[in-house]
């Protein structure tokens, strides 16, 4: 069984920066595309970062310029830098997890096959 618990999340100021883990368990996270997605209360789901299993990155609009998205394939980890938040990155924030073991990156959330429970980033004003 794939689990996928997200950390990181809270409240900080306009300006700030968060750094998210997401820790993967089950499978084998070297065959694993992640991705960062988040959710605002009456929006839809969207890309923020992801990255394949060998490392390549893609990032949503929103985030060019401002995250990184990295993994540690020896603590099963997925990180997401976060710089210069605004209030309008305020939104839950969600790890996934696609069976891929390629160059290739993933944008679409409905392409991944597992997801964690979020964690909360507020950016306050």
């Known amino acids: 069984q794939v689990q996928l618990v997200e950390s990181g999340g809270g409240l900080v100021q306009a300006g700030g920066a968060l750094r998210l883990s997401c820790v993967v368990s089950?499978?084998?996270?070297?065959?694993?595309?992640m991705g960062w997605f988040r959710q605002a209360p009456g929006k839809q789901r969207e890309l923020v970062a992801c990255?394949?299993?060998?490392?390549?990155?893609n990032y949503g609009d929103s985030a060019k310029g401002r995250s990184t998205i990295s993994r540690d394939n020896v603590k099963n980890t997925v990180y997401l830098q976060m710089n210069s938040l605004k209030p309008e990155d305020t939104a839950a924030y969600y790890c996934a997890a696609r069976v891929s073991a390629t160059w290739r990156t993933w944008t679409d959330p409905r392409l991944y096959d597992y997801w964690g429970q979020g964690t909360q980033v507020t950016v306050s004003s």
């Open positions: 990255i394949s299993s060998l490392s390549s990155t």
């Open positions: 089950g499978g084998t996270f070297n065959n694993y595309a």
